[in-house]
């Protein structure tokens, strides 16, 4: 049986440091998309290049999409930033 992931991600723009919180079972061609400027409206109208910064990986996708939505809450930030306070990025 295979049982099919759904990720909650966070990326970073590498010129101004903001971030993007998004959605995907392919976290790979997703960070390659964004990079290409295809999909989303607020990534592809940002200068230079995203990096994966943060991930949770989840079996059902209503469980993952939630996260999402909590994680762009004002209370979501507030956690990712605490725990991403320390990340190292090469």
Same mark, same amino acid.
């Given at each position: ?24 079972? #392919?976290?790979?061609? &997703? ?7 295809? !999909?989303?409206? $607020?990534?592809?109208?940002? =200068? ?14 209503? #469980?993952?999409?939630? &996260? ?7 209370? !979501?930030?507030? $956690?990712?930033?605490?725990? =991403? ?6």
């Amino acid at each position: 049986m295979i049982i099919k992931l759904y990720f909650v991600y966070v990326i970073e723009n590498q010129t101004d440091k903001s971030w993007y919180i998004g959605f995907s079972t #392919d976290i790979a061609r &997703r960070l390659e998309e964004h990079n290409k400027r295809i !999909g989303g409206f $607020y990534t592809k109208h940002k =200068l230079g290049k995203w990096a994966l910064i943060y991930t949770e990986g989840y079996a059902n996708k209503k #469980d993952a999409l939630g &996260r999402e939505k909590y994680l762009k809450s004002g209370a !979501g930030r507030k $956690y990712l930033q605490k725990q =991403l306070t320390n990340y190292i990025l090469e």
